[in-house]
């Protein structure tokens, strides 16, 4: 892993995405994991749902580490993994079945996979391990499960690929979100399955077969995805994250997953992320190394592949191999030579990092070792304790075929892959230097010493709502970057935001690199404090009712900013409290960047499982004090507001930059403009504004008078007063149609 680069300047800071484990998926000890059944039938029940494909759940109580949970929801899961005629079945455990909102840890579902198709019982652990560094992808450990106080054997235990997951991963939860399984493995040459080759139309049941929905909505979006794959590809990076893509393959071809999208077209997700990019997710990683050899995508190994072809396959094999079945996802990307080059890079990283160096052997022991006892206790597993032993290093011979022992078929692929063509020869990168300090809107050059290269660039985003892009640097000595030719690249970042992260790419006719290696799962970023007044509380609401909901459905209040400046701003660095006087870093806003003249709106509802964007405490309707700050604690803006009123906000009128005042609520849109198409006023033509009980009028005048919503609640013809008592508090428009004006009050 790369150390922190050292800059002239202290904001200037390498900065790892990483992901912390929960102690329930702690690798380093095996859970207890117990259930019992309401039913005394319960297999036989669950056997019946399996063979009927019915997916209804059976009732359990749940004892996880001496944690009780009554009234969970459990099935098989899995396919082939399951059978009527196997005492230990895969178990799906939904914890929040009868009772809502039931967790542990914040985890509502347990996938605990029975170990089948693998002696040596770490392949599933290892790869999710592996994975981890490179991707988003699953948490794994070990359990044992037992039923009814009987121990029924020793499972892996990974983490599901749910809401929580997406929460963790993605910052949001209620996008686009398939499963890309079939209901029926097609395994004939041409079998469609999950391989985004046909674009079925409109009509989402065209698509069920072969994807399910995991979202309230989105077929839409996955037909977009498909039509754009196949038909429009150099299109292709506005709809799908083509890195995230590429580091998929690389890690199944690398380990040799053929249970997966370059085999049956199966066993991964599609989630689209808040950059409107769909993102592939790995899943059921339990036959990598070897344990499956099957694929319809190519002639040359429809009727399998011997451990032999195994460690010597082809990682570009579906490009360099007319496919009788296609696979647009690799197909249509390395169609780029450059993104060939990125990807062996990718597979250069993965070896190197845990093959070469021997380190997944060692991971490999370890596990081994944990689990020694826990295999021999399980007398319902598979195989039998020696090929448990043995199939870390050796092959092992099953009924229907052999499995490769680990390090056998990893020590060789290694091998094989270190003299593949474009593996190797890459050119380096260093001495990485930059113009910052810098201030808003500023340009910021970069300057890195790359040799032996033909084309180098810099990918950066000032937000995780965006995606990458590139700019490409140049050693012409035009660009920052000392004499032409003399191995110095250069290249400029126009109008910069606060913050931004970025990673680097250098390729030769031989072979291309990236720095971070692991990028852009790793990047380095940097970000400084911005000026009071460049990013403002434009309107607050703290008694939502009705007026607008979040994505969950729920009316909760909201804090409104709005970016007065004529770049972007990042959020990344960027603090809110309702308690500056105890605690000025209360909230730490997520890395979103608010394009200019534009709004971002947090909601205050001490919900983080809902997103990145729900703060940590919630607004009082009663008023107080909210504060925005950097991370230094230098103040960015502020707000003191008094009692509000049922479905009233408090914003900045004229917008941006002018007082509080009570207005009809704007929620991302400018205040100057009230939701009415009439022309707005505000005068002495009736008075006192705000009211309470009534309202007089300058002149007699006829008048209709509208809610927020538009609704006429009163007529009058000639008056010069109105009576309000029964009007509940809020905002209205007194339209005069005298004067053909229109005028904003507000009833206390």
Partial sequence: MYKRLLFFFTLFLLNFNTYSQSNFYDIDTVKEIRLYFFDSNWDALLDSFYITGNNERILANLDIDGNIYDSVGVRYKGFSSASVNRIKNPFNIKLDYIIDGQDHQDINKLKLANVYQDPSFIREVLSYEIARKYMPASQANYSNLYINDTLWGLYTNVESANKLFLINHFDSKY??????????????????????????????????????????????????????????????????????????????????????????????????????????????????????????????????????????????????FISVSPRPLMRNIFQSERNRKMYLAHIRTIMEENFVNQHYSIRGQYLQSLIDQDVQNDTNKFYSYSDFISNLNNQVSLSTSILPGITQLMDARANYLSSYFGYSGEPTISNISSSLPISLGDDLWFTAEISDANYTSIFYRFGVNEPFRYQEMFDDGMHNDGLAGDGIYGCKISNCSNAMDY???????SAGVFLPQRAAYEYFSFNFAIENGDLVINEVMSNNLTTVSDNSGDFDDWIELYNTTNSPISTKGLFLTDSPDTNLLKWELPNYIIPSNSYFIIWTDEDGNQGSRHANFKLSNLGEKIVLSNSDSTLV????????????????????????????????????????????????????????????????????????LGRSIFYSKGSKSIQTTSWPSGVYFICLKNKNQTVKVVKL
């Avoid at 990598?288 to 072809?309: E, K, V």
């Avoid at 990673?503 to 006719?509: I, S, W």
């Avoid at 929620?667 to 007089?696: C, G, H, M, R, W």
């Fill in 175 to 320: 996008n686009p979100f398939f499963k890309c399984d079939p209901d029926n493995i097609n395994i004939q040459i041409s079998g469609e399955n999950s391989n985004l080759s046909n674009s079925h139309g409109l009509d989402s049941l065209n698509y069920e077969p072969y994807y399910s929905i995991k979202s309230e909505y989105g077929w839409k979006d996955l037909y977009h995805l498909i039509d754009t794959l196949n038909n429009f590809p150099d299109s292709l990076e506005q709809v799908l994250n083509v890195d995230r893509t590429i580091w998929m393959h690389a890690i199944n071809y690398s380990l040799i997953n053929f249970d997966s999208y370059i085999g049956y077209a199966q066993n991964y997700y599609l989630y689209r992320q808040v950059s409107q990019q769909f993102n592939p997710i790995l899943w059921d990683l339990n036959m990598s190394f070897g344990g499956f050899r099957l694929t319809d995508a190519s002639q040359l190994y429809f009727n399998g592949f011997d451990i032999i072809q195994a460690q010597e396959m082809d990682p570009l094999i579906h490009h360099n």
């Fill in 637 to 708: 803006d502020s707000i003191s507001y008094l009692t509000q009123l049922d479905d009233i906000s408090f914003g900045r009128s004229p917008n941006g930059i002018g007082p509080f005042t009570m207005l009809t609520p704007t929620f991302q849109a400018n205040n100057d403009f009230p939701n009415t198409t009439e022309n707005i006023i505000e005068s002495i033509l009736v008075y006192p504004n705000p009211f309470k009980s009534t309202l007089y009028l300058e002149t007699a005048e006829n008048i209709e008078v509208k809610d927020v």
């Fill in 503 to 509: 990673y680097f790419y250098a390729e030769n006719d």
